[in-house]
């Protein structure tokens, strides 16, 4: 571990960050500093904020020194923190709250082959299947059914894209997101994320999903950020898609994992048979079947994956 270079203060609490950042005055700096392509020295960041008491601009340009604004020889600059935040801003996150009530686009279901929908809002795209119950059946917080999963973008995402733009954007932009939360990151703060692991006691996906557990399998598995306030679940699948193994299998049969071409081509990523030959100790194998040619992964009561 390293220590913070000499002209950066103590670490602020979260409070003490939120009340640094709570004044316009503030939030003008932050924004000036980000447009500017060099440092400003005093005065020249003086000269474009709007303020005429310069006692007071001081005051305020001195609760964002050391943490989000670093002062250099040559004037000041925003740290990485600072940048963060303006990057925050200009996501459209604080900002924007564009929506897209539910709409077909020209993807289709890697179960039954219908055309699949989208909707937007409060920064997440859902994905769900026009006619079959999709993997989630169900979703908890629109109703929506035929769930397929959710993908977070931000709202400067949507943008002008047409709908079927936005559902590829949010395919690459969440897949990464979805790498790093399987691989065990958080991608949001980049701390080590928790993992449980459950199986539902009573599974029966007779009608495409089961009625106990909502899902078209048995196995989930939650991710959660024990730093910041991020958390995700899904299907047991989730967790395979960065395997190194499914991924070239994936590669190998014509699918780019990271930029797919189509929803129905990265759907086989989560479009297997799962075989639980005992829940405890676990036993559980999944396989993955492409044009004829399968892989089958096993999973162990210490949670380790195989490939078999
Ligand atoms: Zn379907
Ligand atoms: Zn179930
Ligand atoms: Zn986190």
């Known amino acids: 571990m390293t220590s913070p270079p000499d002209d950066e203060g103590p670490a602020l609490t979260p409070d003490q960050a939120f009340s640094a950042l709570g004044n316009t005055t503030r939030m003008d700096i932050l924004r000036t500093l980000a447009d500017a392509d060099t440092p400003l020295s005093f005065s020249a960041l003086y000269d474009r904020i709007e303020l005429s008491d310069s006692g007071q601009f001081n005051y305020h340009l001195n609760k964002l020194v050391d943490h989000f604004v670093r002062k250099r020889d040559d004037g000041y ?120 692991l459950d199986v539902c006691p009573t599974h029966d996906p007779a009608d495409g999903v089961c009625p106990a557990c909502g899902n078209r399998y048995a196995v989930s598995i939650d991710f959660s950020c024990p730093n910041c306030i991020y958390n995700r679940s899904g299907l047991f699948g989730v967790k395979l898609t960065a395997h190194t193994e499914m991924l070239a299998f994936l590669a190998g049969n014509g699918i780019n994992p990271i930029a797919p071409l189509s929803h129905a081509s990265i759907g086989s990523a989560m479009n297997y048979t799962e075989d639980i030959r005992s829940v405890d100790p676990l036993d559980v194998r999944f396989i993955f079947e492409i044009d004829g040619k399968t892989i089958t992964f096993r999973v162990d009561d210490d949670r380790t994956i195989h490939v078999e």
């Open 77 to 196: 600059e925003l740290t990485r923190a600072g940048e963060r935040i303006i990057e925050a801003v200009l996501s459209g996150a604080v900002t924007e709250h564009p929506i897209i009530e539910s709409t077909e686009v020209d993807q289709y279901c890697q179960y039954c082959g219908a055309p699949i929908g989208i909707s937007y809002s409060d920064e997440q795209l859902l994905v769900f299947c026009t006619e079959c119950p999709g993997t989630y059946g169900r979703q908890e917080f629109t109703g929506e059914y035929g769930h397929l999963g959710r993908l977070y973008l931000p709202p400067a995402g949507v943008g002008d894209r047409s709908p079927d733009e936005v559902y590829r954007a949010a395919r690459i932009w969440g897949g990464l997101e979805t790498m790093a939360t399987v691989t065990g990151v958080c991608p949001r703060c980049s701390a080590s994320l928790e993992e449980s």
